[in-house]
């Protein structure tokens, strides 16, 4: 099993991470998110549980994992879309999530990707991120 094999697994039942969390509580509009490198979607799932519509974006293809952990109703308004960051197609949206995926983006496409996480943002503006780190 490969490293990100294994990661998708170990966080197939993770909770959504603290900033999304905090986001809720605080924001009481819905609307369009982005989940950027959205792995096995804790995010997205706690998004749409919060009756955001999530377009969930990965190279690996999570669909299904995500799918798992929805209901009907809840299924409509989730959009899975297999693509890399290097090329990646963005739509309007009002929320941008990447979480622990942003630096994952190849050295030489990074300033284009971002230019397209910022172009993307309309009404509300957010972006909810977390990088990395060293302790
Ligand atoms: C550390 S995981 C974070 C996943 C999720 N955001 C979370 O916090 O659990 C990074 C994710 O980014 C995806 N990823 C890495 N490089 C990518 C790239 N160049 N294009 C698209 N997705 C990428 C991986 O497949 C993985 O799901």
Redesign the pocket.
């Known amino acids: 099993m490969g490293d990100?094999d294994q990661?998708?697994k170990n966080?197939q039942n993770?909770l959504p991470?603290d900033n999304i969390k905090q986001f809720i509580e605080i924001e009481r509009k819905t609307g369009n998110a982005i989940?950027l490198?959205?792995?096995?979607g804790?995010?997205t799932v706690f998004l749409i549980k919060n009756n955001w519509n999530v377009l969930a974006?990965?190279?690996?293809d999570?669909r299904e994992m995500i799918e798992k952990k929805l209901n009907k109703l809840e299924i409509e308004r989730f959009r899975f879309s297999c693509?890399?960051?290097?090329n990646?197609e963005l739509e309007e949206n009002d929320l941008v999530v990447?979480?622990?995926?942003i630096p994952?983006?190849?050295k030489n496409y990074f300033y284009e990707f971002w230019n397209k996480i910022v172009e993307s943002i309309s009404s509300n503006r957010i972006l909810c991120r977390k990088l990395f780190w060293i302790k």
């Open positions: 990100i990661f998708l966080t993770a991470h989940d490198g959205c792995g096995s804790r995010d974006i990965d190279r690996e999570t693509q890399n960051f290097e990646v990447s979480n622990y995926s994952f983006c190849s």
